[in-house]
């Protein structure tokens, strides 16, 4: 009885260690297996590059075809920017309609106090924001560079930002007052973009839109063109745009 007695307590113990064995064991399966999960890298969503319609090979066509621009006529002038404008006109086109209505460039020209229109390519150069000093007579520009190419070789020939301004007669009819403009070229090796350039304007044409100095309110308009010069208040330029804004004829 005795021999039989703990013979049934050894197998217990026995059936009771197995048991323990067991769970032990289908604790580490679980654990390794928990330990070989991978855990999925997450993939990297790719930042949307802005895109244009015409590459720097397009501006530096412009570059060579207005090349001693300067020396022309008002005539020869007047001839040889349409025929260019005719030719690439379509590169504001395209890329005007793909700019979306939250760039953050419409953000800039709000706080500003400005609305956009006349709006052409904004991939390489854009006007967020103009000003007018009353007592100097002279507008302000602000333009900013936002690729390193597309703007001609370094330091030379390099090209033109121009800017026209305009502001309203008594009539409300808007009347070109100045025009001006800043030399720029391609950035050079280890320079990266964005910059600030400026145009600054003194007021020299239709003068009775700006005076008397009376404290009056006055609409203005100024207009951004890449290296065609705005020929009226209504320019819609291929490379940059149109603001719309307020000033004041203080003393």
Same mark, same amino acid.
């Given at each position: 009885?005795?021999?039989?007695?703990?013979?049934?307590?050894?197998?217990?113990?026995?059936?009771?260690?197995?048991?323990?064995?067991?769970?032990? $064991?289908? #604790?580490?399966?679980?654990? %390794?297996? @928990?330990?070989?999960? *991978?855990?999925?890298?997450?993939?990297?969503?790719? !930042?949307?590059?802005?895109?244009?319609?015409?590459?720097?090979?397009?501006?530096?066509?412009?570059?060579?075809?207005?090349?001693?621009?300067?020396?022309?006529?008002?005539?020869?002038?007047?001839?040889?920017?349409?025929?260019?404008?005719?030719?690439?006109?379509?590169?504001?086109? $395209?890329? #005007?309609?793909?700019?979306? %209505?939250? @760039?953050?460039?419409? *953000?800039?020209?709000?706080?500003?106090?400005?609305? !956009?229109?006349?709006?052409?390519?904004?991939?390489?150069?854009?006007?967020?924001?103009?000003?007018?000093?009353?007592?100097?007579?002279?507008?302000?520009?602000?333009?900013?560079?936002?690729?390193?190419?597309?703007?001609?070789?370094?330091?030379?020939?390099?090209?033109?930002?121009?800017?026209?301004?305009?502001?309203?007669?008594?009539?409300?009819?808007?009347?070109?007052?100045?025009?001006?403009?800043?030399?720029?070229?391609?950035?050079?090796?280890?320079?990266?973009?964005?910059?600030?350039?400026?145009?600054?304007?003194?007021?020299?044409?239709?003068?009775?839109?700006?005076?008397?100095?009376?404290?009056?309110?006055?609409?203005?308009?100024?207009?951004?063109?890449?290296?065609?010069?705005?020929?009226?208040?209504?320019?819609?330029?291929?490379?940059?745009?149109?603001?719309?804004?307020?000033?004041?004829?203080?003393?």
């Amino acid at each position: 009885m005795r021999n039989e007695s703990v013979f049934t307590n050894n197998r217990g113990v026995r059936s009771f260690a197995v048991m323990i064995m067991t769970v032990v $064991a289908s #604790a580490l399966v679980a654990s %390794t297996a @928990s330990a070989q999960v *991978i855990t999925p890298v997450p993939v990297p969503v790719p !930042v949307p590059v802005p895109a244009t319609a015409c590459g720097p090979d397009v501006k530096a066509d412009v570059v060579k075809l207005l090349a001693g621009y300067d020396d022309l006529d008002d005539d020869a002038k007047a001839s040889l920017a349409a025929q260019v404008y005719d030719k690439y006109s379509f590169c504001g086109t $395209a890329d #005007a309609a793909a700019t979306p %209505t939250t @760039s953050t460039f419409f *953000i800039a020209a709000r706080e500003c106090g400005a609305a !956009v229109s006349n709006l052409g390519s904004l991939f390489y150069e854009e006007l967020p924001c103009a000003g007018y000093d009353p007592q100097r007579r002279q507008f302000a520009a602000p333009i900013k560079i936002k690729q390193t190419f597309g703007f001609g070789g370094a330091p030379l020939p390099g090209s033109r930002e121009y800017v026209l301004h305009c502001v309203a007669d008594a009539a409300g009819v808007l009347r070109p007052v100045g025009r001006d403009s800043v030399h720029l070229s391609d950035a050079l090796p280890g320079n990266f973009p964005t910059w600030q350039f400026a145009v600054i304007t003194s007021a020299t044409e239709n003068l009775q839109t700006i005076q008397p100095m009376n404290n009056q309110t006055r609409r203005a308009k100024s207009i951004l063109s890449w290296q065609l010069p705005p020929t009226d208040c209504n320019y819609q330029p291929i490379w940059g745009n149109a603001l719309n804004y307020r000033i004041r004829l203080d003393q």
